[in-house]
């Protein structure tokens, strides 16, 4: 999961995702036991026959490196798999909502010709960076703007733009995404997967996107909130979702859709369902490693299985929703 930012400005829950998401145990818990040191992703992954059913992902990589474990590689292809519905939108043309498949996929058919009106991508909570790169495979023309609060991430991600030749392509920012250190409608499109939750006011957070996307402009995000009943029905379970990534609070698909009348909601790609089987492959590869002696401290196991119960009770119960949210630009 990516994170925010950091600047003079930052909030409070900004500060405290920075120093959690730098940490020794969340480096190495998100670049083994996830995979993102190899593929980039850090957050929810879309999970299909390929790379959720038991056995169907090879082992891979060697002893003691991020694809050692099925489950580990499970996660990096459900990581993949989202961030290419991800990009496929962002890089979509306007007008491109016609082309939706019944199951919410953008139809095969765009082709990468009718990408080239994109130029300037911003990646808001950019993590490791595996989302500018994809972004980049796919498009020859367009330079994406990382914005990250993790010096350690943001340092790996441009370590890996060094080796593939992008630095030209991505610049990778340490700043806070309620506070970008961009000029007004310098963008096409914004993009984040799963960082908007760390955020302390969200409603800032969409103000800012408006103020640096050009009219016409998209956004397009993926984030985890509070369904209906995890805000009146929750109760403990929520908290103890809350306490995993120290947040105050989730929001919901009305907290975006309300904070401001420049941004107005295209689509929604519920797909709620993907949370239960995530946090479920997040679990199992953790486990799967407690033989293995990846410098995790004892106490940070411990913390980190209790809160993946939580969250699994939690999406099992309803309380949590996810999808893809696109708002344009008016």
Known sequence: MACCAASASASASALEAARYYSSKNASLFYGMIWGASINGFAHVGVYDEENCGEGSCGAGGSPGSPGDSPFTSR??????????????????????????????????EIGCEDFLAVNHVVDLGAGYGGTARKLCALNDNVKVTCVNISRV?????????????LEGRIDVITASFDDVPLADASCDVVVSQDAFLHADDRTRVMVEIARILRPGGRLIFTDIMQSESGATRGGALMEAVLKRL?????????TY???????????FDDRSDQLAKHYRCVQSAL?????????LSDAYRASM???????IDA???????????????V
């Not at 120290?246 to 009305?254: S, T």
């Not at 299985?305 to 969250?311: M, T």
Request: charged residues 25%.
């Open 305 to 311: 299985n209790e809160g993946l119960r939580a969250w």
């Open 75 to 108: 996660l990096m292809a459900a990581s993949s798999s989202a961030t290419r519905i991800l990009v496929e939108r962002a890089l979509a043309p306007r007008g491109h909502a016609d082309s939706l498949d019944d199951d919410g996929d953008y139809a095969s």
């Open 246 to 254: 120290q947040l105050n609070n989730l929001g919901d698909a009305r």
């Open 153 to 165: 991430e943001n340092d790996h991600n441009k370590a890996v733009n060094k080796a593939e030749h």
């Open 257 to 267: 859709t309300g904070a401001t009348s420049a941004l107005r909601l295209v689509h």
């Open 287 to 295: 486990q799967s490693r407690e033989h293995e002696s990846l410098s």
């Open 315 to 329: 999406a099992d119960a309803g309380h949590l929703a996810w999808g893809y949210l696109e708002f344009l630009r």
